[in-house]
Structures are given as structure tokens and as C-alpha cells.
């Protein structure tokens, strides 16, 4: 039922044996480097290791390059469900989004240029993302309101004249501390009596290195600063920027957001889906290779139970998310609302079940460095929360399905 193309099926072989050969070997020694090379804090300073230009390099010369976008000429020409595969196998590496220029928010900017930029807007931001040239960074989350309820926002984009004028302050900036970062979606407050609540909010272009623009801080994901990517404070004071900037025109953020947001959900859901899988056989290796009380780990104290349930919900996660990537692909976004509420509250929760069931297996060893499992419950954490928590999406879920019964809640 949901089969992939023979070009989907063909590029998702080439990207498994270009993990196999190229980034797995050497994943542990480059997250140690990264950290070697990235104090905590001085994310001025912040540099990739040199094997992320050079495995970059190999990826794009061997065709495995903005996967994610649907375009045949821009991207790999893959249709959600072809790539849905793809972002499982990359997911069980955190390096492996990075080597293919398919790692949010990047993915996400480029297709959102790609749908609703302007041709200007295209050649100058989109192109050199594209290429890997630069990075980006997406702008939404504020610190002093509930950012469940996008409405909430106090960030302004105010009009005036041929400019746009950007006041406020934005966290969880996920990207900001990259070095290679030279613009920032910003979505904003464009205050219009005219306009309904959900068109009174835009998405404005803003380069890096603009006047007013300043990094406050780098925030720490559990502890660690996730250098050098990062995920960053910032303040917008008086930031001043040309009305073309605009993307889609002022009051269209909630429209564009949701175009960006439809085709993220289903990538970040199947690389939860690959990392969960990962976090399983790293599970089943250590609780059959080491013993206790004359048996393997993975005899004792229902251990064996704990790892058919992570099986039942991985498949079950996989299924739902599959079905979605093909409900949006032969019926549009729209009409895939449900499942794309669904799996976002589904697959980010079990991924972080099977890493704690992992992390408890492994005793000691799960909760440090050296293997990936933090960094894996770090992410189906944080993704319960990351483009709308968990009780956003079953509140959606739930009045979809009254909805359908021709009910409607109170406001």
C-alpha cells in the first residue's frame, strides 16, 4: 500500500550504502570533535569539523542532495512518500540530515522559499541555501508568551513606507548558532483591523548581519549547547528591512506556516521512527552481549516484553506516518490535517519510550556520551513540544473528529 517508486526505492538503497560507508564509521569521532572544538557558550567561535564539508562534498556529487524537495531539477524529484524512507534512514544518525542538506530548519526555509517566494527572493536566498552555501534559521517562538497559541505572538513587522520595521525578541531559534548562517525567517505581528486573527501575522526575510539583530544567547538542550548548530535567543530592535522582504505579502505567516509545517511533520516523524529503530538494536546488542545473575539482560525482569512493545510501536508509528506522507501526497496538506496531528503526537512519544527502554538496558553507558542515545531523547523530547506541543494536536485532532460528526465547540 505504500510502496515507493523505483526512484524513490533506488535513491533510498544509495543513501543507505552512503551511510553505511561513509558516516557511520566516523559519527562518534565527529560529535567528539564537534565538542572538542566548540567550547560551551562561545558560540562566536563555533566551527563544523572539517569531515562536514568533505562528506557534504561526497553527497553531492554522488546525486544525494535536497532529498526532501519534490522538484526535479532543484531537489531529488521525490513525492513525500518516496522520501518519507529516506528521513527514517537518516534518522538514525544525528549527523546524516546535515551530510544530505535535508536537516531542519534548512529543509524546511528551502521549501517554504521554493512554494511561496518571490523569483528575487529565490535567487537570493533560496539558490545558495540549495547549494549548501549557507544556512537559515526560523524565528517563531517567543519567551515572554505562550507560543502553543501562535496568536500570542508580540513580535511585530510593521509597515512603513517601502520597509519593513522588526521589534521583539524570539527563542528556541534552532540553526542561530551555525557559522555559515545568513538570513532568518522572522514570523511577526502586522497589525490589521481589517484582516481576521489568523491574517494579521507575516513571514519577513531578514539577513543575518542586519542593524538591530542581535544574538542574546546560545540555550542549553538538557545540558548541552547542540554546537554548532545551536538553538538561540534573539532580539530584533528597530530592524529595519526592505517591503519586499515580505514573503507572500503582510498577513500571510499562518497560511505559509502551515504549507512549511505539513511535509516537516512527516520528515521529522520518520526520523524518529529511524532513531527509535536504531535505539531498538542498540538494545537488543547490549542486553544479549552482556549478563547478570547467570543470564543475558534481555531475560530478566521483562526485557523481553520491552522490546516487543518497542517493536509493535515502531511499525505502528512507521504505518500511521506512512499513510499520512500518502494522504498528503494524492489529496493535499488540507485534507491530512488528522494524521498530521496524529503522527506528530505519535512518533516523537515513542521514540523517547524505546530510548528510555534503551537508556535502561545500557545501564551507566545509556546516559552518557558514548552512545547516541541522549541525544536521541533529547530530540523525541523536545519534538513533543517543537511546531506545536502534544496537547495542541490532540485538541486538533479532536475537533476535526466533531467536526466530521457536524458538531462545533463553543469559543
Same mark, same amino acid.
Given at each position: 500500500m505504500f510502496s515507493?517508486?523505483?526512484?524513490?526505492?533506488?535513491?533510498? =538503497? =544509495?543513501v543507505k550504502a552512503f551511510i553505511e560507508t561513509h558516516i557511520e564509521p566516523i559519527e562518534a569521532q565527529f560529535w567528539q570533535d564537534c565538542h572538542e572544538q566548540n567550547p560551551d557558550g562561545h558560540w562566536e567561535s563555533w566551527q563544523w569539523p572539517k569531515a562536514y564539508e568533505t562528506l557534504r562534498a561526497k553527497a553531492r556529487d554522488a546525486g544525494l542532495w535536497n532529498l526532501f524537495l519534490p522538484d526535479e531539477n532543484l531537489g531529488a524529484g521525490l513525492s513525500v512518500t518516496d522520501y518519507a524512507p529516506i528521513a527514517e534512514l537518516t534518522g538514525r544518525s544525528v549527523l546524516a540530515p546535515y551530510v544530505f542538506n535535508c536537516n531542519a530548519p534548512d529543509s524546511g526555509n528551502m521549501e517554504l522559499l521554493w512554494r511561496y517566494g518571490s523569483t528575487e527572493q529565490q535567487d537570493k536566498w533560496l539558490t545558495p541555501l540549495l547549494a549548501g552555501k549557507t544556512r537559515s534559521v526560523f524565528c517563531m517562538t517567543?519567551? $515572554? #508568551?505562550?507560543?502553543s497559541d501562535a496568536t500570542n505572538m508580540q513580535a511585530t513587522a510593521v509597515v512603513d513606507g517601502d520597509e519593513v520595521i522588526i521589534n521583539g525578541s524570539k527563542w528556541w531559534s534552532s540553526g542561530l548558532g551555525d557559522p555559515a548562517? $545568513?538570513?532568518? /525567517? #522572522?514570523?511577526?505581528?502586522?497589525?490589521?483591523?481589517? %484582516?481576521?486573527r489568523h491574517h494579521q501575522h507575516s513571514m519577513v526575510l531578514v539577513p543575518a548581519k542586519t542593524a538591530g539583530v542581535k544574538i542574546e544567547r546560545m540555550l542549553k538542550v538538557f545540558g548541552d549547547y547542540d554546537a554548532p548548530h545551536g538553538h538561540g535567543e534573539v532580539s530584533f530592535t528597530d530592524v529595519r528591512v526592505p517591503i519586499e522582504?515580505? &514573503? +507572500? !505579502?503582510? +498577513?500571510? *505567516?499562518?497560511? /505559509?506556516? =502551515? !504549507?512549511?509545517? !505539513?511535509? *516537516?511533520r512527516i520528515h521529522h516523524c520518520m526520523r524518529c521512527i529511524g532513531a527509535a529503530e536504531k535505539s531498538l538494536e542498540l538494545a537488543i546488542h547490549r542486553g544479549m552481549q552482556r549478563s547478570a545473575f547467570g543470564k543475558p539482560l534481555l531475560q530478566?525482569? +521483562?526485557?523481553?516484553?520491552? &522490546?516487543?512493545?518497542?517493536?509493535? %510501536?515502531? $511499525? =505502528?508509528?512507521?504505518l500511521l506516518t506512512l499513510y499520512a506522507a500518502q494522504k498528503m501526497d494524492s489529496q493535499g496538506t488540507k485534507a491530512a490535517l488528522t494524521e498530521i496531528s496524529a503522527i506528530k503526537v505519535v512518533a516523537p512519544t515513542v521514540l523517547q519510550e524505546v530510548v528510555d527502554m534503551a537508556i535502561q538496558i545500557h545501564g551507566g553507558m545509556g546516559v552518557c556520551q558514548d552512545t547516541m542515545l541522549p541525544s536521541f531523547y533529547a530530540q523525541a523530547r523536545a519534538l513533543r513540544l517543537a511546531d506545536g506541543p502534544d496537547e495542541v494536536h490532540k485538541t486538533m485532532i479532536a475537533k476535526l473528529e466533531l467536526k466530521r460528526e457536524g458538531y462545533r465547540l463553543k469559543r
Open positions: 515507493a517508486t523505483a526512484h524513490g526505492q533506488a535513491m533510498y =538503497q =544509495q517567543e519567551p $515572554d #508568551v505562550a507560543s548562517v $545568513d538570513v532568518l /525567517i #522572522v514570523m511577526a505581528y502586522t497589525p490589521d483591523e481589517s %484582516k481576521d522582504n515580505f &514573503i +507572500g !505579502g503582510p +498577513g500571510m *505567516g499562518f497560511e /505559509i506556516a =502551515q !504549507g512549511r509545517l !505539513g511535509p *516537516g530478566l525482569g +521483562g526485557n523481553l516484553e520491552r &522490546i516487543s512493545d518497542a517493536r509493535v %510501536k515502531i $511499525d =505502528q508509528a512507521r
